[in-house]
C-alpha cells in the first residue's frame, strides 16, 4: 500500500490554522464583537482608509497589496490582494478582527475565516447615500461609534452643501472614462455616478447595463458629452487617452477643451470620497 505524501505548503497551513483556533478556543476571542478589537487586518484600500480616518492605525496589523492611502498604510504587513489574500499569512497575524467589504472581497474567503474562528465584519455599504449609516454601523463594531458618529454626520453635512449648491445649475452631459481602450466607463450604482449626480451632472452612461460597462465610441459620439472625465490609472492617463481623445474630437467636451484628468479619489468608498465630489465640482465653478 503506498501513501501520497502531503503537500508541504498545505500541511503547514493545515497546522497553523489549527494552532489558531485552539489558540482562540483558549483566549474566548472567537465570539461575535467580544470586546473592542485590538488587532485588525483590512481587506479593502476603501477599509483601510476608513480605519485610518477613526483613528485606529496602531490597531491595524495588516492590509492588502492594494492599500496605498494613506501614506501609513504601505508601511502595514501584507495579505495579498482583494480577491486572494492569503489565509495563512492573514492566520499568522492573530486578528481577532477582518473587516470585509460587499464590493470587492469574496463571501467565500469570509466563510473560511469564520471557520477558523475568526471574527469578521463585512462593510455593506455600495453607494455614496449608504455610506453614513455604514460607518456608524463600523464604528460601533470597532468600539469607537462616537468617533465613527462624528465622521458620518460631517460626512451628511457636506453632502448636503453640495447639493445645494448645485441644485439650481444647468444640467450638463459628461462621461467619465476609467480606460480609454478598450473604453471603460463609470456606469450606474457607482460611487462616480453618484458624485456626477449631486453636483448636477448627467452621467452619459446612467443607463448602462453594468456598473463598468465597455461603452462605444459610437455611443459616446452620440450622446455628445460637454464634459469628460478621466480617472487616474497604472500609466499616465494622458498618454495612453490621447489616441482615443483624436477620435473623439468632434464631441463637444473635446472640441471646447472640457476634458479633465483627476485623482482616484472617487474610486474608494471611503472618506476621500469628499475629496473627488470636490475635485469634479471644481471643474463647474
Not at 239 to 262: C, F, P, T
Request: net charge positive; with cysteine.
Amino acid at each position: 500500500m503506498s501513501f501520497k505524501k502531503p503537500d508541504s505548503d498545505d500541511f503547514r497551513l493545515r497546522l497553523v490554522s489549527l494552532l489558531f483556533v485552539l489558540l482562540c478556543l483558549f483566549l474566548n476571542t472567537g465570539s461575535a464583537y467580544a470586546g473592542a478589537a485590538k488587532r485588525i487586518i483590512s481587506l479593502a484600500p476603501s477599509l483601510t482608509e476608513i480605519l485610518f480616518t477613526l483613528g485606529l492605525d496602531e490597531r491595524i496589523v495588516g492590509v492588502t497589496s492594494f492599500c496605498d492611502h494613506p501614506p501609513e498604510a504601505l508601511k502595514k504587513p501584507k495579505v495579498g490582494g482583494m480577491t486572494n489574500p492569503s489565509l495563512e499569512r492573514i492566520v499568522r497575524l492573530r486578528p481577532d478582527l477582518v473587516v470585509l467589504t460587499i464590493d470587492g472581497n469574496q463571501r467565500e474567503f469570509e466563510e473560511r475565516l469564520k471557520r477558523l474562528g475568526i471574527r469578521t465584519y463585512v462593510f455593506r455599504a455600495r453607494r455614496i447615500s449608504e455610506l453614513p449609516d455604514e460607518l456608524i454601523r463600523l464604528g460601533e463594531a470597532l468600539g469607537v461609534k462616537d468617533r465613527a458618529t462624528r465622521l458620518s454626520n460631517q460626512f451628511s453635512s457636506t453632502l448636503d452643501k453640495y447639493r445645494r449648491a448645485f441644485h439650481r445649475k444647468r444640467t450638463r452631459k459628461a462621461l467619465f472614462m476609467i480606460w480609454p481602450e478598450p473604453l471603460i466607463v463609470a456606469g450606474p450604482g457607482t460611487a462616480i455616478d453618484d458624485a456626477m449626480e449631486i453636483i448636477g451632472l448627467e452621467n452619459i452612461a446612467h443607463d448602462a447595463k453594468s456598473r463598468y460597462p465597455r461603452y462605444s465610441l459610437e455611443e459616446v459620439i452620440r450622446r455628445n458629452p460637454e464634459i469628460i472625465f478621466i480617472g487616474k490609472g497604472h500609466e499616465d492617463m494622458r498618454k495612453v487617452s490621447r489616441r482615443i481623445l483624436k477620435r473623439l474630437s468632434s464631441v463637444k467636451a473635446v472640441r471646447e477643451g472640457r476634458v479633465y484628468y483627476v485623482s482616484d479619489a472617487l474610486y474608494r468608498l471611503g472618506p476621500r470620497i469628499l475629496d473627488g465630489i470636490e475635485e469634479l465640482a471644481g471643474y463647474l465653478r
